[in-house]
C-alpha cells in the first residue's frame, strides 16, 4: 500500500543553523509534492510544490529537493528562527486516477532555540 | 480576500447526535477538499466536491458520513450518529477552478469535534 514517511522524532535546532527534514514515499508515483507548515490549534500553511520533474526549488530560506529515483524529498530552512518551530507537512498529489487530493505524511515537528 | 472559513471551530456532540460541519471556500474557488486529522495522526483525505457534484469520495466512511457543496451555500459535512472515535479535527480546503492538479490548497482553521 501507499506509505508515506516523515520523522516522527521532533528535530530541535540551534538558531541559525539549517534544518533538514525528510519525507519518504513508497508504492506511488506522485506528479507533485508539496510542503505545509502547521501550528497548533491551526490549518495547514502552503510553502512549496515541486513537480515531479523538477529536482529543486526554492523560495527565500526554503529548499526542496526531489528524487523520484530515491522517492524522497528533502525540505531545508536555512538560518532558522524560533519562530518556524512548527510542524511540516509533507504532501504527494498524483497518480493515474489522481483528483488533486493530497496523501499527507504524519509530519515532523521542528523546534529551533534561541 | 477572507480565507477559507469553518464553523464551528469546536463542537461537542454526545454519542448518537448529529455533527454538521460548514466550511466556506476562498472567494473564487470551485473545489472543496475535506480532511481528517486525528489525534497524534497525519490528515486523512476524505472527500473532494465542485459544486453540486462529489468528485471523489474514496476517502469517506462507507457509513454515516455524508458531503455535500450545493449551487449557493457552504460545503457541509454531515456525520450522523457520531461515536467517539469520529473526535478529531476537521479540515477543509479550497483550490481555484484552474485545474485540480499542481494547486496548492488553501485550508480553513478546522473544527475540532468531540465525541462524549
Known amino acids: 500500500s501507499q506509505k508515506i514517511e516523515q520523522n516522527s522524532e521532533a528535530l530541535n535546532i540551534q538558531e541559525g543553523k539549517t534544518a533538514t527534514l525528510t519525507c519518504n514515499y513508497t508504492?506511488?508515483?506522485?506528479?507533485?509534492l508539496q510542503w505545509y507548515r502547521q501550528d497548533p490549534g491551526r490549518g495547514p500553511v502552503f510553502l512549496l510544490l515541486i513537480r515531479e520533474n523538477e529536482k529543486e526549488k526554492r523560495k527565500e530560506r526554503l529548499k526542496v529537493t526531489f528524487d523520484t529515483t530515491l522517492k524522497q524529498s528533502l525540505f531545508h530552512i536555512t538560518a532558522s528562527q524560533p519562530a518556524d518551530s512548527a510542524t511540516y507537512l509533507c504532501?504527494?498529489?498524483?497518480?493515474?486516477?489522481?483528483?488533486?487530493?493530497?496523501?499527507f505524511g504524519q509530519g515532523t515537528t521542528l523546534q529551533v532555540k534561541p | 480576500n477572507a480565507g477559507v472559513m469553518q464553523n464551528p471551530r469546536h463542537l461537542v456532540r454526545r454519542r448518537g447526535q448529529e455533527a454538521r460541519l460548514r466550511c466556506s471556500p476562498m472567494?473564487?474557488?470551485?473545489?472543496v477538499y475535506w480532511y481528517r486529522q486525528l489525534p497524534e495522526e497525519g490528515l486523512k483525505f476524505m472527500v473532494y466536491l465542485q459544486k453540486e457534484n462529489i468528485i471523489d469520495e474514496s476517502g469517506m466512511p462507507k457509513e454515516r458520513f455524508s458531503a455535500e457543496f450545493p449551487k449557493e451555500g457552504p460545503s457541509i459535512l454531515r456525520i450522523q450518529q457520531v461515536v467517539r472515535g469520529d473526535s478529531a479535527a476537521y479540515f477543509c480546503a479550497s483550490s481555484p477552478p484552474s485545474g485540480t492538479r499542481g494547486n496548492e490548497q488553501f485550508f480553513g482553521p478546522g473544527t475540532r469535534l468531540t465525541v462524549l
Open positions: 504532501a504527494l498529489e498524483g497518480g493515474s486516477s489522481n483528483t488533486g487530493k493530497l496523501i
Open positions: 508504492n506511488y508515483s506522485p506528479a507533485y
Open positions: 472567494k473564487g474557488h470551485s473545489h
